[in-house]
């Protein structure tokens, strides 16, 4: 990203480790992707990605994120988006990912090559039916 708002896919890998009861957990992979349509140093637009999560116990969850926030604060962006899970384990139950994201760089190499990625981590949070 640079300080001029351009067109930007959004690719996100993850590692979660899931409570699915208590004391009981479950590791899950999870490739979020979507397109930032207007994303800079200084602002990133919503790109409403599609996550899919990958249980170790061979399930999965798709999910459309359909709202999303972004604050940045220095060097850090907090980025909330808001969905459905639309297939596999959880259907139609509400979720919520938060990322809080460094991004290894000064905040004057956007003015320069640009910013070229981040790293955080990601509370994704499958909320339970009323």
Known sequence: MT???????????????????????????????????????????SSLPTEIVRYADGTRSVIVYNHAATVRVANALETRVTGRVTEGRGKGLSAQRTTTALSGQLPTECLAGGLRGVTGSTLLEILPGN
């Not at 067109?7 to 397109?35: I, W």
């Not at 930032?36 to 637009?45: D, G, I, M, V």
């Open 3 to 45: 300080l001029v708002p351009r067109r930007t896919h959004v690719h996100v890998e993850a590692a979660y480790v899931c409570t699915v009861a208590p004391g009981r957990t479950v590791r899950a992979d999870g490739t979020l992707d979507g397109v930032s349509p207007a994303a800079s140093c200084l602002e990133q637009t």
